[in-house]
């Protein structure tokens, strides 16, 4: 079965970061994109980051980035998301997520973790 684990949110003061870490298991990590998304209550599901399982290339969201930072470590087939210059509005469950072709759309991922919860106070 495939299974995906993110842990590492909590809460923090704006300006603060935070290291996100999703580990994934049930599947051939490398042929997979991941995804990193939010949802803060009352607000739809958005995609924050990802990265492509054909290239490695990355993407992220115009409201996280040049703070947030994601890469892969395919030994520890695990996806971290590195979150600089925190913000109260980033605010949320953070979610990953595996799938192809992968992107910033939530339509596109097949396997989603638990959450973890990123509160930032003001």
């Known amino acids: 079965e495939v299974q995906l684990v993110e842990s590492g949110g909590g809460l923090v003061q704006a300006g603060g970061s935070l290291r996100l870490s999703c580990a994934a298991s049930g599947f051939t990590f490398d042929d997979y994109s991941i995804g990193w998304f939010r949802q803060a209550p009352g607000k739809e599901r958005e995609g924050v980051s990802c990265i492509s399982s054909s290239d490695g290339s990355t993407y992220y969201a115009d409201s996280v980035k040049g703070r947030f930072t994601i890469s892969s470590d395919n030994a520890k087939n695990t996806v971290y998301l590195q979150m600089n210059s925190l913000k109260p509005e980033d605010t949320a469950v953070y979610y990953c997520?595996?799938?192809?072709?992968?992107?910033?759309?939530?339509?596109?991922?097949?396997?989603w973790g638990q959450g973890t919860q990123v509160t930032v106070s003001s």
């Open positions: 997520a595996a799938g192809l072709p992968g992107g910033l759309g939530w339509n596109e991922y097949d396997y």
